[in-house]
């Protein structure tokens, strides 16, 4: 269905919602509004940004024309439903949903996970309003996602940091007993040095007495 959206538009306006610097500026690119609003040429020009415009039948200031345009040209007018009846109290309401999805836009990904239990509560006083706020909420959904999957990476990263001083500790430790078996093992080649020695004089005192005792037996016959 095509919604009517603005009477009146200022340059000022014009609002690139998702830019090709989001990605770098650390903001989670989800598409809640479309890329690019096509400000509506007025006869009189440009006006004011604190001017007041009509969008789908409501009178807000110009400033936030372009984003409630934007909103009502992707999901419709997300006010129908308002258990609010006065223009006054919606256009309030309105102004509320588009100062949310400008933070939403605007901050960087990191800042809104800060934010988020703050930001999904007003979501909720605005659906008690019976605005149509679904969108935000699948929105919140994919930062979600993302903190989660940030807190996992943070608990790996942990994980390899606590690895890699362990892994420093046992290859000190283990280099410490290679030095002491290299120690032990010149202490056994020692050693067996000397036993091997020792056996050699025991085997010529052994070649001694056997001679002694044979020319003892010569002399006694």
């Keep these: 269905?095509?919604?009517?959206?603005?009477?009146?538009?200022?340059?000022?306006?014009?609002?690139?919602?998702?830019?090709?610097?989001?990605?770098?500026?650390?903001?989670?690119?989800?598409?809640?509004?479309?890329?690019?609003?096509?400000?509506?040429?007025?006869?009189?020009?440009?006006?004011?940004?604190?001017?007041m415009v009509y969008v789908n039948g409501y009178k807000v200031k110009?400033?936030?024309?372009?984003?409630?345009?934007?909103?009502?040209?992707?999901?419709?007018?997300?006010?129908?439903?308002?258990?609010?009846?006065?223009?006054?109290?919606?256009?309030?309401?309105?102004?509320?949903?588009?100062?949310?999805?400008?933070?939403?836009?605007?901050?960087?990904i990191t800042h809104i996970i800060t934010e988020l239990k703050v930001i999904e509560n007003e979501v909720s006083d605005a659906e008690a309003a019976k605005l149509e706020v679904s969108w935000p909420r699948e929105h919140l959904a994919?930062?979600?996602?993302?903190?989660?999957?940030?807190?996992?990476?943070?608990?790996?990263?942990?994980?390899?940091?606590?690895?890699?001083?362990?892994?420093?500790?046992?290859?000190k430790e283990l280099e410490q007993r290679q030095v002491e078996l290299v120690a032990a093992q010149e202490g056994v080649k020692e050693a067996e040095k000397c036993v091997n020695a020792m056996k050699l004089v025991s085997q010529k005192i052994d070649d001694t007495i056997l001679e002694s005792e044979a020319e003892e037996y010569f002399w006694r016959r």
């Design 142 to 171: 994919k930062i979600h996602v993302v903190e989660e999957v940030g807190q996992r990476s943070s608990l790996h990263k942990n994980a390899k940091a606590n690895s890699i001083l362990v892994i420093k500790a046992a290859t």
């Design 1 to 51: 269905m095509h919604v009517p959206i603005l009477t009146q538009m200022n340059s000022c306006n014009k609002t690139s919602f998702w830019s090709s610097h989001d990605e770098k500026e650390g903001k989670l690119q989800t598409g809640i509004l479309p890329t690019t609003v096509t400000p509506l040429s007025t006869a009189q020009g440009a006006i004011a940004c604190n001017e």
């Design 62 to 108: 110009a400033s936030a024309a372009s984003k409630l345009g934007a909103i009502f040209a992707k999901y419709g007018d997300i006010s129908a439903n308002c258990q609010f009846k006065s223009a006054s109290a919606r256009v309030s309401l309105l102004g509320f949903v588009c100062d949310l999805v400008q933070r939403l836009q605007s901050n960087a």
